[in-house]
């Protein structure tokens, strides 16, 4: 929400992007060793668009609430850095705003921060807000369903 309100106090419009990983799913049913649910290109693309939509409702409501101008875009993609610095790129953005977790220690040497990715891969100025612990939201385990 601090992005929205950033956004207001300087009259800027926000694009916010949400990007999946490819084809992941948490729920398998093995016999003969293959997946008996793994869903099929169109339910998964349904699926993240779903999640998506309800991951941003709290930022459009709170934009809308702020007369702030809100569109998005979702991709799905292993690579979230580069989809991140394309959708800034594609919409003529000023600035990349991002929350970050900070991961530190191993984690991060292994797998690198999205923020970081972004950072190094990006000609557009890029704003990192280090997220404060107790404003992450609890983990719920994600699940989406071949069924949805």
């Keep these: 929400m601090e992005g929205i309100e950033l956004a207001k106090k300087i009259g800027a419009e926000v694009v916010c992007v949400y990007v999946a990983k490819e084809n992941q799913n948490s729920e398998f049913e093995f016999s003969d060793g293959k997946p008996q649910s793994w869903p099929t290109a169109k339910e998964y693309e349904e699926a993240v668009n779903h999640a998506a939509e309800q991951f941003m409702q709290p930022l459009r409501e709170s934009a809308e609430a702020g007369n702030v101008k809100f569109t998005s875009e979702t991709f799905i993609s292993n690579t979230t850095a580069g989809y991140i610095v394309y959708a800034a790129e594609k919409n003529g953005c000023d600035l990349i705003y991002m929350a970050s977790r900070g991961y530190t220690g191993w984690e991060n040497f292994f797998m690198g921060g999205v923020a970081s990715k972004v950072?190094?891969?990006?000609?557009?100025?890029?704003?990192?807000?280090k997220v404060k612990k107790e404003q992450v939201p609890k983990k719920a385990k994600t699940y989406i369903s071949p069924r949805i």
């Design 119 to 129: 950072l190094a891969a990006s000609q557009i100025p890029v704003l990192v807000y």
